[in-house]
């Protein structure tokens, strides 16, 4: 932020996965200009699909209704601050139905409780692998940094390469646990190659994406499953 504001620029975060995190003392999605959040079915607090806009700086709501109002002021129109609206800028229909904002209502009730519970399975995937961290077999996600604290959307582990991690892989389905890696790094998508630039090798992006994979995570998780999920890991690696 600070370096925006010497460079007269606008940031909009990125903080789709992030809903509850915080750091120091401020919630990812509200810390730039303008944030974003999802509320995909992945996510720990779901509509199915959708997503929220926040505004941070007041000098883009009125914008951001006429967007979401299909390029209309409709909004001003029912706040009775226009007799008619009428077009005046380009938009699209980002309105989500009744019933999906009544879903999404009853999951934010309970926002502070599913991030509880998946900050506890993190925790309890973080202990039971330690041993084959210290083995150095597996690489567990680094710490939280001082003043920060996630929202326990996701756990991972890093596996010595793509071929350790594709047995493993094959191994856990063979045992009905279903774990994914599905991130492509951008830049190798043929989206990216064809929109975007990478000011280096990205060696490091490349690396990483072949040797993670991510376990099971979600609120109904049993921790009686959860340990299954680390003696089947333990057992691939002969512990």
Not at 212 to 232: K, S, T
Request: with cysteine; proline share 3%; net charge neutral.
């Amino acid at each position: 932020m600070a370096i925006a504001a010497r460079r007269e620029l606008v940031v909009v975060e990125d903080a789709a996965q992030a809903l509850l995190s915080d750091y120091h003392g401020k919630r990812p999605g509200a810390i730039g200009h303008m944030g974003c959040l999802s509320f995909h079915e992945t996510k720990n607090v779901i509509s199915g699909e959708g997503g929220a806009l926040l505004i941070n700086d007041r000098r883009f709501i009125e914008r951001a209704e006429i967007v979401r109002e299909k390029g209309t002021n409709r909004s001003k129109f029912f706040r009775g601050e226009v007799d008619k609206y009428t077009w005046v800028d380009i938009g699209s229909s980002y309105l989500p139905s009744e019933l999906v904002g009544a879903f999404l209502h009853a999951q934010l009730e309970h926002a502070d409780e599913i991030t509880a519970r998946r900050r506890r399975l993190c925790s309890l995937y973080r202990d039971g692998l330690s041993r084959l961290a210290e083995h150095g077999l597996i690489e567990l996600p680094a710490p939280e940094p001082a003043g920060s604290a996630g929202n326990g959307h996701m756990f991972y582990i890093l596996l010595h390469n793509a071929t350790t991690r594709a047995a493993l892989i094959r191994h856990l389905n063979a045992n009905g646990i279903h774990a994914v890696f599905h991130y492509v790094p951008l830049h190798s998508s043929p989206a990216g190659r064809k929109f975007g630039r990478a000011g280096g090798s990205m060696a490091v992006t490349a690396d990483i994406s072949e040797r993670l994979l991510r376990l099971p995570l979600y609120f109904e998780l049993g921790e009686d499953d959860l340990m299954q999920i680390i003696r089947a890991i333990e057992v691939f690696f002969g512990r």
